[in-house]
Nanobody, 120 residues
Framework: QVHLVESGGGLVQPGGSLRLSCAVS????????MGWYRQAPGKERELVAR???????HYADSVKGRFTISSDNAKKTVYLQMNSLKTEDTAVYYC??????????????WGQGTQVTVSS
């Protein structure tokens, strides 16, 4: 039983900041990758930020320089710090975890999502 619970979403004005949190029910070190995705109305779900094996970090071009993904292993929590928010950042944000038993067998886990609305 793996549970991912997001929090920290809400309404913020353009240029503002939010920090999303993803509480994980097991040690983050047991996963090969942790990340954040988002989905806006009428659009496909897209990768926002990801930490993978070797502590490699990837950001979508649209959020580079504005968003920062980080983790706290002791608290079993992954964060997404979002600064300089734009209206186009409005979406439901989902926490994601992946564990690979072997390269051919991977397990994916998703949180329930948290709404982020950027509007004046």
């Amino acid at each position: 039983q793996v549970h991912l619970v997001e929090s920290g979403g809400g309404l913020v004005q353009p240029g503002g900041s939010l920090r999303l949190s993803c509480a994980v029910s097991r040690s983050i070190s047991t996963f090969d990758a942790m990340g954040w995705y988002r989905q806006a109305p009428g659009k496909e779900r897209e990768l926002v930020a990801r930490i993978s094996s070797g502590n490699n970090i990837h950001y979508a071009d649209s959020v580079k320089g504005r968003f920062t993904i980080s983790s706290d292993n002791a608290k079993k929590t992954v964060y997404l710090q979002m600064n300089s928010l734009k209206t186009e950042d409005t979406a439901v944000y989902y926490c994601h975890a992946q564990r690979a038993v072997v390269i051919e067998i991977k397990y994916d886990y998703w949180g329930q999502g948290t709404q982020v609305t950027v509007s004046s």
